[in-house]
């Protein structure tokens, strides 16, 4: 599991949001989390309103993964786009949602 989120939190090393994606995906899979049943559903690129795909859904939890979150737009406009997942969801299933926006190493947790 170490080389798993070590990999994860390193910022330096060069590999798409795809990769991260999919090594966040095995974390959650791998990790004891305490998930169980249909909670261990974790979809990579589910679809979205309007022709757009979540990075990653898990339970009622939207991630957007960012190779790089840095402040000022980049870090506004990944916000934006996480908020509109999170309210999307949340009214198309009448559930609560929350929102989560990483690049491995920073994590930021939302709701609306």
Same mark, same amino acid.
């Given at each position: 599991?170490?080389?798993?989120? %070590?990999?994860?939190? !390193?910022?330096?090393?060069?590999? $798409?949001?795809?990769? @991260?994606?999919? &090594?966040?995906?095995?974390?959650?899979?791998?990790?004891? +989390?305490?998930?169980?049943?249909?909670?261990?559903? =974790? !979809?990579?690129?589910?679809?979205? $309103?309007? *022709?757009?795909?979540? !990075?990653?859904?898990? /339970? +009622?939890? =939207?991630?957007? =993964?960012?190779?790089? @979150?840095?402040?000022?737009? %980049?870090?506004?406009?990944?916000?934006?786009?996480?908020? *509109?997942? =999170?309210? $999307?969801? $949340?009214?198309?299933? /009448?559930?609560?949602?929350? /929102?989560?926006?990483? &690049? *491995?190493?920073?994590?930021?947790?939302?709701?609306?």
């Amino acid at each position: 599991m170490q080389p798993l989120l %070590t990999r994860i939190a !390193d910022r330096r090393a060069a590999r $798409s949001e795809a990769t @991260l994606q999919a &090594d966040i995906r095995q974390l959650l899979l791998a990790g004891d +989390f305490g998930l169980i049943g249909n909670e261990l559903d =974790v !979809d990579l690129e589910a679809p979205a $309103s309007g *022709g757009r795909r979540i !990075d990653i859904q898990v /339970g +009622f939890t =939207v991630i957007e =993964v960012k190779k790089r @979150l840095q402040p000022g737009r %980049t870090l506004h406009e990944a916000e934006r786009q996480l908020a *509109g997942y =999170v309210r $999307s969801r $949340s009214q198309e299933t /009448g559930q609560r949602y929350v /929102g989560i926006l990483t &690049d *491995g190493a920073s994590w930021r947790a939302y709701h609306l």
